[in-house]
T-cell receptor, first 114, second 110 residues
Framework: GAVVSQHPSRVICKSGTSVKIECRSLDFQATTMFWYRQFPKQSLMLMATSNEGSKATYEQGVEKDKFLINHASLTLSTLTVTSAHPEDSSFYIC??????????FGSGTRLTVV | QKEVEQNSGPLSVPEGAIASLNCTYSDRVSQSFFWYRQYSGKSPELIMSIYSNGDKEDGRFTAQLNKASQYVSLLIRDSQPSDSATYLCAVNFSASKIIFGSGTRLSIRP
């Protein structure tokens, strides 16, 4: 199959702190992973493309210094939300593509910044 | 700007009927098209992928693609209450990146 595991599923943090979200491909190697953000009743918005061994590619309007992406291995990508603020509260979802199985999503991380 | 358009709904369909979901996209060179189902508070799950013109059937689901019209649809036969969810159309515009439509909320009424 094509299983993508994402942790944590839910996190509450204080304003000004940083939060790290992990995304792992469990049964395949993913040179590319994708990070999405979804606000309530809205669609998934692509934030960035994570590339193993190189810099991430960020979508227009996404602050790369605020949303740090590291893709140090073929099975792990991390997204760190730095100096989080209440407006960063959202549902963050990672995805990876395994050809014959298409794009598979992690279970998502519900971030609440208080 | 690459766009994927969907009617946000809600679309209400009686149980047992056919639900028809539609999607248009802006880029003629797009090659891969996907339908995802998303339940509230959950991440999307892939229902169908389609790459060539025509129909593709999988169980109760049929995806239809018309590249000339830049149109892709999803039909759900014998709709069940468990089909009530938001359905996301996604299009691969370049390399490996896919863009999602805003989603259509489908409600199956018993």
């Amino acid at each position: 199959g094509a299983v993508v595991s994402q942790h944590p599923s839910r996190v509450i943090c204080k304003s000004g702190t940083s939060v790290k979200i992990e995304c792992r491909s469990l049964d395949f190697q993913a040179t590319t992973m994708f990070w999405y953000r979804q606000f309530p009743k809205q669609s998934l918005m692509l934030m960035a493309t994570s590339n193993e061994g190189s810099k991430a590619t960020y979508e227009q309007g996404v602050e790369k210094d605020k949303f740090l992406i590291n893709h140090a291995s073929l099975t792990l990508s991390t997204l760190t939300v730095t100096s989080a603020h209440p407006e960063d509260s959202s549902f963050y979802i990672c995805s990876a593509n395994r050809d014959e199985y298409g794009y598979t999503f992690g279970s998502g991380t519900r971030l609440t910044v208080v | 700007q690459k766009e994927v358009e969907q009617n946000s709904g809600p679309l209400s369909v009686p149980e047992g009927a056919i639900a028809s979901l539609n999607c248009t996209y802006s880029d003629r060179v797009s090659q891969s098209f996907f339908w995802y189902r998303q339940y509230s508070g959950k991440s999307p799950e892939l229902i169908m992928s389609i790459y060539s013109n025509g129909d593709k059937e999988d169980g109760r689901f049929t995806a239809q693609l018309n590249k000339a019209s830049q149109y892709v649809s999803l039909l759900i036969r014998d709709s069940q209450p468990s089909d009530s969810a938001t359905y996301l159309c996604a299009v691969n515009f370049s390399a490996s990146k896919i863009i999602f439509g805003s989603g259509t909320r489908l409600s199956i009424r018993p």
